[in-house]
């Protein structure tokens, strides 16, 4: 493998880190998201147990009808929108964890790039390093059988 290889190679792992930033930011505002869903759901309990507080202090006892219909009316509604906004957590919590799955993915992609430049890089090495070893063998090779090797001598004057 040569060195354009790596350099693909580097350029993939470039993309699958972008790649992997990118689900990290959206992990991130999904979580953002989630949160303030929830805290949303959690002022809306809230209120609604302030407001019955109050209907039991004031006018349970004194009400007219108007008033009580008025009450029960206002807390349906107010139950619809601790329903709808339930609902909303429950998405924004799906959402978390599609991003949260992504992110894993696109962690687990980078590592598998990286794992494989450096396995490419040591396989370069080592056949670097094995036609080093080559050519110093012939060297050494080339070397022996100069004029001082017995069988040169030989070679160079048969009987």
Not at 1 to 17: C, G, I, K, P, Y
Not at 90 to 109: F, N, P
Not at 111 to 128: F, H, N, P
Not at 146 to 159: N, W
Request: charge should be neutral; charged fraction near 30%; aromatic fraction near 4%.
């Amino acid at each position: 493998m040569d060195t354009n290889n790596l350099q693909t190679l580097s350029v993939l792992l470039e993309h699958a880190e972008t790649e992997r930033d990118e689900a990290l930011r959206d992990l991130q505002d999904a979580s953002n998201r989630a949160d303030q869903a929830r805290a949303q759901a959690d002022q809306l309990e809230q209120y609604r147990r302030d407001y019955q507080l109050r209907w039991n202090s004031q006018f349970s006892r004194q009400g007219t009808m108007d008033i009580v219909m008025c009450y029960q009316s206002f807390g349906s509604r107010l139950d619809q929108a601790i329903s709808h906004q339930s609902t909303v957590v429950q998405h924004a919590d799906s959402r978390v964890t599609i991003a949260r799955e992504l992110l894993t993915q696109r962690e687990l992609r980078v590592l598998s790039v990286r794992k494989l430049i450096e396995r490419r890089r040591q396989e370069m090495l080592g056949r670097l390093a094995r036609q080093d070893q080559k050519s110093t063998d012939e060297q050494a090779s080339r070397a022996g059988w100069g004029a001082g090797h017995p069988l040169s001598r030989l070679m160079a004057h048969p009987h």
